[in-house]
């Protein structure tokens, strides 16, 4: 459906993305995941055709849209991480005007309005002005507004950042419902791991503009299936210790926090005499110690050393 | 299309009482204070000065006279009576001083006379509200009539009561009966001594030297001078408010969504343009409806006032665009705020608004009209004053070309592509 081929933006100096190649097919849910300052945003914007790259190619059923757009942006519905709305309209209000934006009149808008309206939750809530809604509420309209026109790609980016679980819970149940209902294809970025896992069939993981990793959920954990973590918790931790987990030849990745530490270290290896060994050398007093199946935000820090919310 | 971008804008104005009252609501507050404050200093604003004189006569005049012509003609012949009686009217000192002074065209806007009873003297005597008090005594004007025709010694005196309380009006009137007196007493030597009074008039064609005419068709009242300048301030703010609401469009991704929907950047530019152009439209006929409702500023010609309001709206719709596309340009909103936080007062300082800073230089004057503000000025006080589109073209031109100018330059300045972030 759309491809990006060797997308490269340039910021003066700054690269915000090298080379990104990615594709996503019609009905698949793909997330795009990274940290803040990954380069997500400019990816999609890129792909959306509200960037101009510096280079690379967006085709959109084997063309290129970089130069004429419009067929792209037909079917495409975009949801900011900003709350793209007017404060000082109501909910209905904000929904005729855009809905007027994607050429919809009369009984057609009307029609679709309340559909929406429904699908979100808003309808009881449609004559207040957005400013006086929740920011879960303001998220939820956030979405609704882009589905107006009943887009066949629907990129979201961030769409549930900073709201309270149910709300969040509430977004993606939707997206999901619109995915098994309609087949509507989604591109969804986060650097929220659970989201994506919950949501997604593939997945591609952006980190500092470059694309790290790519493949089904499955296919990304694989990358640490030769391998286990284990995550060591201590009421205090003490730097000795870390310097001598570092020190061993048997872990291949150590992640410091303030009162845990994540080893990753070969399946085979049987780590806890050793760790008790360490221990008892550093004086570091041990509160729990747990080996951990590999999730994808595991699979990040493998990949990059550093956690997504970092 | 546009028409839903107006409509929106209409209502995110509406529905921000803010700045909606400092959009509509403080130019009518600055009217008020500033037309009243400032009164005093313009030309042709009434006075805010009243003066009340009560004029108390004993006796009736006409009848003295009648008194007087039937005894003189006891004494004179009837050919030297005749002669008197002819040259009588402009010897009658109280009308004179009743209908002549107190009652000329610019006098009797500041005094208001009131004609009291005898019995009712010791009343006003009493009331404060009253300047001064004017008793003629009983036979004042025949007694008068002996001293100017019969030259009797004896000259008779008006009885002044004064209100010390009131000094400026008290000096006003000690003015007035000082020049009536000089006046009488000059108008009597003349006629004793055959003289035309005419001779003392100034014969205007003996002066020479440059004329400069000055436009007194109609005098500006203060009130009248400073709702145009508080209305062609305030609309710019007006500018300045919609180019930031696109701004945040942009900041927001409202306009990234407009962009998706296929909608020509162009449209929305032409939304924009025409918002100010509306809006600042009605702006000016909302707050000038206003100052004509409550402080009855009236425009001489209609049709030529709507000229101006639409050549000086289309100025402000320029100046909207032309804001709204440097801040997408520059990706900042410093622009919007140097323009409503500084470039407003300056430019509204330059083209009068505070003061007709015009009247102390022709430099300032011609720089104050390379003001949109400024030009849009001088052409409602021409239409104030009563003139017409042929004597105000000129600024109706600059606006026209200065609207033209930054629509240009709004054009060149909006960001064709690749904007989103």
Redo the contacts between chains.
Sequence with gaps: MIELVDLTKKFKQIEAVKNLNMFIEKGEIVGLLGPNGAGKSTAISMMSSLVEPTGGDVRFNNKSILKNPASLRKIVGMVPQEIALYDDLTAEENMQFFGRIYRLKGYALKRKIDEVLDQIGLSDRRKQVVSKFSGGMKRRLNIGVSMLHDPELLIMDEPAVGIDPQSRNYILETVKRLNDERQMTVLYTSHYMEEVEFLCNRIYIMDQGNLIASGTKEEIKQILSAEKTISIKTSRLNGRFITLLEQSPTINQVVAGEKEVTITVSKEINMFPKLIHLAEEAEQELSSVDVKTPTLEDVFLHLTGRALRD | ?IW?IL??QG??LL??PVQLLLLVGLPIILIAILGTALGGTMNGESSPIDVKVAFVEHGDEEQQINRFMKDLGAELPPEAVEGIREGIDGLMPVSTLREDVFGSGDVSDMVDVHDAKPSELEKLKNDDSYTALIEVPENFTYNMLEYMVLDKPEQPELKISQNETQEIGVSIVNGLLEQYQEQFTIGTFLSKNGIDPGVLEQNEDAVTGETTTVNQKNPVTAKGYYAVGMVVMNVLFLASTIGSIAFHEK????F????????SRWLYFTGILLSGMIFGFLHLLIVYGFAWLVFGIAWPNLMTFLTVSFVYAMAIGGITVLLTAISYRINSEIITSFFSGILVTLMAFLGGSFFPIGNSSELLRAIGNLTPNGAGMSAYIGILRGDGIQEIWIHLLFLFMFALAAIVLAVVSFPK??I??
Excluded: A, E, P, W
């Design positions: 299309m839903q409509k929106k209502l995110m529905r921000n900041k927001t991704h409202v990234d969504r407009i962009i998706l929907g296929n909608v592509r690749g989103s972030g």
